[in-house]
């Protein structure tokens, strides 16, 4: 086994900044190399900051620095993502927690606090389902994926955080309403929504490397995901249950309307922290 390379904190930033400085803006290279610090070398976030002389040991840390370097996103290297102020494991194969859909969990867990019945489907980590199974601990929170590898990690970080969460293995444009036949008082679900034809434009760490299963989908067909699970989610939900979706900005519009046609009421896009439209929410009729 390789010994820890041991180096002073402040080195250690510096060089994970400079590796990544070609793919990243000033700030977020920082913003990086500071995460990656603090992971690898087990430091809280004050500790790396209040003395940057002392020293950190770091096992494989050349190797981290060139997977960063190469555009590896700093979560699949250090192994850990934050999500609503808990640490998830993370995985390549699986998609990294982002704070647009921490805005999604708080929403649901602000008006579901009465609920008996809740589903994340395409639970990926099981961030979602495992913040609605600790915060709403009076609930029954089920999760479902398709993904063998993000089942694995679901269940890992649900048992790890000690959240009670029924995982099952389900198609969200199949077998969805087999699996999880309800009745639930809200479903929710980020599924993916990015057309096919912005791959290009999206940054390499993300395009490169994050499961495109679970980003993208057709030009032709943007709303497949939404549609399937709206559609099964008229013999899932309990009348006047909810409909919580994360939505791609440019497609809110086709959302509202697909969700009337598909007989859901009440419907509200809101905005997230930029500015964009990025929730679905609305009640079966």
């Known amino acids: ?17 400079a590796a990544v400085a070609p793919l990243y803006d000033e700030r977020e ?10 992971d690898l070398g087990g430091l809280s ?16 840390f050349d190797d981290a620095v060139r ?20 640490r998830f494991a993370a995985g390549e194969g699986v998609l990294i927690p982002r704070p647009e859909t921490e805005e999604l969990a708080a929403l649901v867990i602000g008006n579901e606090r009465c609920a008996r019945a809740l ?12 913040t609605l199974a600790l915060e709403l ?24 955080l000690g959240a009670r969460v029924a995982i099952r293995r389900a198609d969200a444009l199949g077998d969805l309403a087999e699996v999880f036949p309800g009745p639930f008082d809200a479903i929710v679900s980020n599924p993916p929504y990015v ?16 499961p495109a299963e679970a980003l993208f989908v057709p030009d032709d067909d943007p709303l497949r995901f939404y549609r399937a699970i709206a559609r099964a989610g008229r013999g899932m939900l309990r009348p006047g249950g909810s409909l919580y979706f994360e939505i791609y900005h440019r497609t809110a ?14 419907i509200r896009i809101l905005d997230d922290m930029n500015g964009k439209p990025r929730i679905a929410w609305s009640r079966l009729r």
């Open 1 to 17: 086994m390789n010994q820890p390379q041991i180096l002073t904190r402040r080195e250690a930033v510096e060089r994970i900044r």
């Open 29 to 38: 290279a920082q913003a990086v190399a500071r995460r990656a610090v603090a």
């Open 45 to 60: 976030d004050s500790a790396l900051m209040a003395d940057p002389a002392a020293a950190v040991a770091i096992e494989g």
């Open 67 to 86: 997977r960063l370097a190469e555009g590896c996103p700093v979560q699949y290297v250090t192994g850990r993502a934050d999500f609503c102020g808990r």
């Open 119 to 130: 589903l994340d489907v395409g639970t990926g980590s099981g961030c979602i389902a495992a």
């Open 137 to 160: 601990p009076d609930a029954e929170v089920s999760a479902a994926d398709i993904s063998p590898a993000a089942l694995a990690l679901a269940e890992a970080n649900c048992r790890a």
């Open 195 to 210: 057309p096919a034809s912005d791959r290009a434009t999206m940054h390499p760490n993300v395009r490169d490397h994050e």
């Open 253 to 266: 519009d086709a959302m509202r309307r697909m969700l009337a046609e598909e007989g859901y009421a009440e």
